[in-house]
T-cell receptor, first 110, second 113 residues
Framework: QQQVKQSPQSLIVQKGGISIINCAYE??????FPWYQQFPGKGPALLIA?????SEKKEGRFTISFNKSAKQFSLHIMDSQPGDSATYFC?????????FGGGTRLMVKP | DGGITQSPKYLFRKEGQNVTLSCEQN?????MYWYRQDPGQGLRLIYYSQIVNDFQKGDIAEGYSVSREKKESFPLTVTSAQKNPTAFYLC????????????FGNGTRLTVT
């Protein structure tokens, strides 16, 4: 049972464009929502995270938007660069346990 | 440098053999985790441990075993009972306190033929 649904599975964006990845969850006990970035052959690394008491968090070109009533959150990558090409995972935490989405493979074309 | 070391990076085994994947951390984290990564399926939790000499099954523990004899080490054994063992295995650690981020190793790619 996948408690965190992530879309799309893959995404191709032109350099300078906006990349948008969406996640939806069902468990209202989730209280922390991180995003991880993974490059080929490497382990995932924390990119940005948000708590449900805020609707948006921005760090540089990366922004999380959070809609608590809809139980949805999304990652926006502004001015996407070829170096952003990676797999992105959303996750949700409850009781110190993370549940991951299925991942989105992003390719940014030069 | 602090971090998580997984070894080896690539591992090949014949079907029917048990194999042990190593995971060592020097971050002084109490909690350690093993995840399996398959294309399109995200990260699935195999086992986790929050304290030495104690561990719990995750979502897909069948065919796997672990031990936690030291705080720094959390080896994973893939047994012959695991029906489809070929995958990318990731070890992670974190502090116990709420919402502490996971720190991942660079994984071991296991191929069983």
């Amino acid at each position: 049972q996948q408690q965190v649904k992530q879309s799309p599975q893959s995404l191709i964006v032109q350099k300078g464009g906006i990349s948008i990845i969406n996640c939806a969850y069902e468990n209202t006990a989730f209280d922390y929502f991180p995003w991880y970035q993974q490059f080929p052959g490497k382990g995932p690394a924390l990119l940005i995270a948000i708590r449900p008491d805020v609707s948006e968090k921005k760090e540089g070109r990366f922004t999380i938007s959070f809609n608590k009533s809809a139980k949805q959150f999304s990652l926006h990558i502004m001015d996407s660069q070829p170096g952003d090409s990676a797999t992105y995972f959303c996750a949700a935490n409850a009781g110190n346990m993370l549940t991951f989405g299925g991942g989105t493979r992003l390719m940014v074309k030069p | 440098d602090g971090g998580i070391t997984q070894s080896p990076k690539y591992l090949f085994r014949k079907e029917g053999q048990n194999v042990t994947l190593s995971c060592e951390q020097n971050l002084n984290h109490d909690a350690m985790y093993w995840y399996r990564q398959d294309p399109g399926q995200g990260l699935r939790l195999i086992y986790y441990s929050q304290i030495v000499n104690d561990f719990q099954k995750g979502d897909i523990a069948e065919g796997y075993s672990v031990s936690r004899e030291k705080k720094e080490s959390f080896p994973l054994t893939v047994t012959s009972a695991q029906k489809n063992p070929t995958a990318f295995y990731l070890c992670a650690s974190s502090m116990i306190n709420g919402n502490s981020p996971l720190h991942f190793g660079n994984g071991t790619r296991l191929t069983v033929t």
